[in-house]
């Protein structure tokens, strides 16, 4: 008896310290991993744009949709303007948005299972044909998510490629679509003139946020 409450007493004790270290830890910011290729014209403005949707994305214009309003604040803020439908043949841009996810999932095996060994199978576990030795229980941690966007301006007259930036984010835990908008500041960082190659940008959430 001495030894399973001094197993549950360890256990409840780790369990609060858990919640008080996360309670401690809540993000103040989104941590991307970004790249950027080519160099934005200089002396060019950003001017007029258009959102390129590619004929794979047009098959889910639900998701385009949110794609193009989570990229849309960072692009205004930079200073380009969105093109009227009526007036799309006369922008002075396009641009090409994707989102890729990826989620993979991480199996924890661990002695005995959650409680310990009194688990059913355990050492000290007692079935209808006696006590049973060790084993081992599988259990799903959360997933690894990955969430990328890409980004591609060109110019609408000559298709020349003006500026390509990629920003990605890990996590664990379930797909979060509410990170994007600070995915595509994280792309854009620097802009017009932000360093070539692989970097790592912080961009911090809003006091509401956490």
Known sequence: MTGRMGWFSFLRMAVLCGLVWLSGCAATSITSQVETFGRWPDGRKPGTFVFDVLPSQQARPTSSARLEAAALPTLRALGFQLADPAAAE???TVVQLDLRVRVEPRMRYEPYGPYGPYAPYGPHWHGAWGWWGPGWVASMDPPWVTLRVDVVIRDRRTHQVLYETHASHDRL????ESVLPYLFEAAF?????APPGPR????PLPQEAH
Do not use: H
């Not at 790592?200 to 961009?203: L, W």
């Open 200 to 203: 790592v940008v912080d961009i």
């Open 90 to 92: 006369r922008a002075d």
């Open 189 to 193: 960082q620097g802009f017009p003139d």
């Open 173 to 176: 835990g379930a797909v979060d």
